[in-house]
């Protein structure tokens, strides 16, 4: 199948996702929209705001008395329970309004860089973080890791970015 012949595919399936109970609720109850989205906005500030914290930690300019892996086994718990109320609550608004996601650039944008961020993750996690043992109590850990933290900030503020214009440009 090719892009072109996906599209009208990807298209029905965003707009059976408008019709399910959750989108409605989303949509056309009179608050489900705004707690959605206050749910969301403070999954994201837990979530992208304790993973920019350990980020900082990696690029060496907070915490540096604090060993990478002492900060990570602190903070992830932490990140991990606000990207799961992210994750929730942004599935719920995309299924209200799948149809105009569908055809947003910026929601395109968006996850093209939770993809990348989610690959930074990975990279850093499986090589990396490796060697931890070889670096873990300096205060700046070595160019690698600083990279992968650097990057890291960048596309989370890319998916905050593109995601505050996907709302605003939505209709």
């Known amino acids: 199948m090719t892009a072109a012949a996906s599209q009208p595919y990807l298209l029905s399936i965003a707009r059976s996702l408008e019709q399910t109970s959750i989108a409605l609720l989303v949509r056309e109850s009179l608050w489900g929209f705004q707690i959605t989205v206050g ?48 994750l929730v609550t942004g599935s719920m608004l995309l299924m209200a309004y799948a149809s ?35 670096w873990d109590l300096q205060a700046q850990p070595p160019l690698p890791a600083r990279m992968a ?7 989370w503020a890319g998916v905050v970015l593109a995601g505050r214009l996907t709302a605003y440009t939505l209709y």
């Open 39 to 86: 749910l969301h906005i403070l999954g994201m500030i837990l979530s992208v705001g304790t993973v920019v914290w350990m980020d900082l930690r990696l690029l060496g300019v907070s915490m540096r008395r604090v060993p990478v892996s002492v900060a990570y086994r602190q903070l992830m718990p932490w990140a991990g329970a606000g990207f799961v109320v992210m």
């Open 100 to 134: 105009n996601a569908y055809e947003n650039p910026y929601f395109r944008a968006k996850l093209l860089a939770l993809t990348l961020a989610g690959l930074n993750a990975l990279v850093y996690h499986t090589t990396i973080e490796r060697r931890i043992d070889q």
């Open 149 to 155: 933290g650097l990057l890291s900030i960048l596309l």
